[in-house]
C-alpha cells in the first residue's frame, strides 16, 4: 500500500547555515543537493511543498548592524542573500526534475516571480515547489517571520522546522549533556521560557493562528519524509 502523507501542504523552513555545510559560509553543492533530493522524496508522496530559506550562510542583518551598518540597509542584504539561496535550491530540485518556482517579497523580475499568493497556492496545487525569496520584503524581520507569514496565506497545515539538533531543549544541548527534549510544547512555553523554536514574532504568530510547529533535525537522511509520514520525531508546538 502507498504511503499516506499526514499533511498535504507544508511550509518547508530551512535556515542558510544548513545550506553551508561543513565550511560554514555559503553554499555547499553536496549539502544543499542532499537536501534537495529529500525534498523531491516528499513531493513524489504527493506533498505540496512550499520552502523558505533563510540567509545567514551568506549574510545576517542584525550582525552587520551590530558593526556599524544601518540596520535597514544591512536587513536588505540578508534579503537579498536569501534570494541566493532560493535560486541555488531552485537549481538544485531542478537538476533532480522537481518542477520549481522562485517568488520574491522584492521584486527582480529577471530572476524570480513577484510574490503574489494566488499564483504560489496555483503552482502548489500543479505540484510546484514554490520557493519563496526575500523574507517578508520588511527588514527588522526574519526568514521565521516570513515562513509563518507564507505558511498562513498558503494554508499551509504545518510549518517543518529544520535544524541541527533533534527537538527543541530545555538547555543547550550541545553544551549541557543533561539538556532534557521536549516532545510536545505550547507556543506559551516557547514564549515564557524563552527556547529556541522561532523568534517571538513567528511564534506568535503561529500561536494567533494555531499554525502547528515541528522542529526537527535535518541532518538526519530521509527525516522531512518522516515527518511528513507522521512519525513522531523532533518537538512538535501547537496550542
Ligand atoms: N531579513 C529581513 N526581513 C525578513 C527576512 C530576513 O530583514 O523578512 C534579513 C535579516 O537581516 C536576516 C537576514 O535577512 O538577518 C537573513 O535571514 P535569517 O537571519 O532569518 O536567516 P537564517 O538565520 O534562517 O539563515
Avoid at 113 to 130: N, Q, S
Avoid at 194 to 207: H, I, N
Amino acid at each position: 500500500m502507498a504511503e499516506e502523507p499526514r499533511f498535504k501542504r507544508i511550509l518547508l523552513k530551512l535556515s542558510g547555515e544548513a545550506l553551508a555545510g561543513e565550511q560554514g559560509y555559503g553554499i555547499d553543492p553536496v549539502v544543499i543537493q542532499d537536501i534537495a533530493e529529500e525534498i523531491r522524496d516528499v513531493v513524489r508522496l504527493g506533498v505540496q511543498v512550499a520552502l523558505v530559506i533563510g540567509g545567514g550562510n551568506i549574510f545576517r542583518g542584525l550582525a552587520a548592524s551590530s558593526r556599524g551598518m544601518d540596520r535597514a540597509s544591512a536587513d536588505y542584504m540578508g534579503m537579498l542573500a536569501t534570494v541566493m539561496n532560493s535560486l541555488a535550491m531552485q537549481d538544485a530540485l531542478e537538476k533532480l526534475g522537481v518542477l520549481t518556482r522562485v517568488q520574491s517579497a522584492i521584486e527582480m523580475q529577471e530572476i524570480a516571480e513577484p510574490y503574489i499568493r494566488r499564483r504560489a497556492m496555483r503552482h502548489l496545487e500543479k505540484g510546484r515547489v514554490v520557493i519563496f525569496g526575500a523574507g517578508t520584503g520588511n527588514p527588522y524581520f526574519t526568514t521565521d517571520t516570513a515562513a509563518s507569514l507564507r505558511a498562513m496565506e498558503i494554508s499551509a497545515e504545518v510549518i517543518l522546522k529544520a535544524t541541527r539538533v533533534d527537538g527543541v531543549y530545555d538547555t543547550d544541548p550541545m553544551k549541557n549533556p543533561d539538556a532534557v527534549k521536549f516532545d510536545s510544547l505550547t507556543y506559551l512555553d516557547v514564549l515564557e521560557k524563552g527556547l529556541q523554536v522561532m523568534d517571538a514574532t513567528a511564534t506568535s504568530l503561529c500561536m494567533d493562528n494555531q499554525l502547528p510547529i515541528v522542529v526537527f533535525d535535518l541532518t538526519e537522511k530521509g527525516n522531512i519524509r518522516r515527518v511528513v509520514l507522521g512519525e513522531n520525531i523532533g518537538t512538535t508546538v501547537k496550542g
